[in-house]
C-alpha cells in the first residue's frame, strides 16, 4: 500500500534545503521532492524519493503523482524578482505555469484521496508595490489588502497565484459535476526578505543582506547593490521554515483567510552592514546602488501587518534584529565557514 507523502518542488532551493533538514529531523513526514538539479549527497537520505526534473514537465509531475499518495505540497520552485526581470516569460513561465501544473495535479490528488490536499504556498513581499519612497516611510505595517501593485514580474506571479490558490480553494469548477468534490486547500505566506547561515541566495532582490554578511564571514569585499536607507523587513531561515510547518499544521477551522503576511524584524542596508562589522571586524562594505534593483527596494514596504497570522494560527517569530545576528547568523556562518562545506 502506499504510504501518503509531503512533495517539495525547489526542494535544493535555500528554503527546500533547510525545509527537508527540519521534515527530517521531526521524522512524522515521508519526503519526495523534485528540483532541477541534483539534491546534495547528504540531503538525499533524508527523502523518500528524489526527481531532477522541470516542474513545467507535466509527464513528469504526472508520474510523480501516479507514484505517490501525496497528501502535502509545499510549492517552492520560483524564479526570484531579480533574475524574472532579467527573463520576465521565462519567470512567468516557471512560477505562474508551473504553480498551475502542481495545482492540478495537487487538486486530482485530492479527488483521488477523497480529502483535501494541503498546498503551501511561499509568496512575497514583492506583491506589494509602494508608490513613492517617501509614502513607503509613512505607511508603517502594511496590511494584505493594501499597495497590491507589484513592479516586477516575480510580485506580479506571485500576487496571481495567490489568487490563483484561492480560487481552487473554493471555487474550482464551479459549474462542473466535480462542484462538490475535495477542492484543495491552499495556504500562502508571504514571507520577507529570508537570512540563512546555510545558503546564499541567487536571483534575489533582498539578497543585498545576506550577501554582505555572508561575505564578510569568507573575508572578501561586498559592494552593495542597493543604497544605506534601503530598508526592508527581513526573517531567519528557521523562522520561514518554522512558519511554513505552523501554517500547515493550522486548523483549518481558523484560517480566516488563504494569504498571511509574517514579520520578523526590518533593517535598513546600513544597520545590516553595521551589526556585520560589529561581528566580523575589518568586513569592507561599499555601496553601489544598481538603480532598477535599488527601486524595487523601494517598491516593497519597510514592514508588514502580521496581525492575521499571529490571531489566526500564533505565528510569533523566535528571532528579532538582535536574537537573529547574536545566536543564529553569527555563530551559525562562523561554523559553516569553518567546516568549509561547498553544498
Ligand atoms: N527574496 C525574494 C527576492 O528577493 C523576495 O521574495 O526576490
Redesign the pocket.
Known sequence: MQQPVVLVTGANGEIGRALLERLHREGKYRVVTVDLTPLPERLRPMCLETYAGNIMDRYLLDQIAAHHEIEVVFHLAAL???R?ERDPELAHQVNVEGTLHLMRVAQNQSGRLGRAVRFIF?S???VYGMPSVAEKATAGRVREDLYNLPI?M?GCN?LYCEQLGRYFAHHYRQLGALAGAARLDFRSIR????ISAETV?T?????FGPEMLHAAAQKHPYTCFVGPDAKIPFMTMPDAVRALLMLLEADPKKLTTTIYNIGAFSASAREIADRVKAAFPGAQIDYQPDPVRAKIVDSWPEDVDDTRARDDWGWKPSYDFARAFDEYLVPGIANRYRAGRTS
Open positions: 526570484l524578482s531579480t524574472g511561499p512575497s513581499i514583492a516586477t516575480y506571485k514571507f520577507p526578505g529570508l541566495p536571483g534575489g532582490t533582498s539578497d
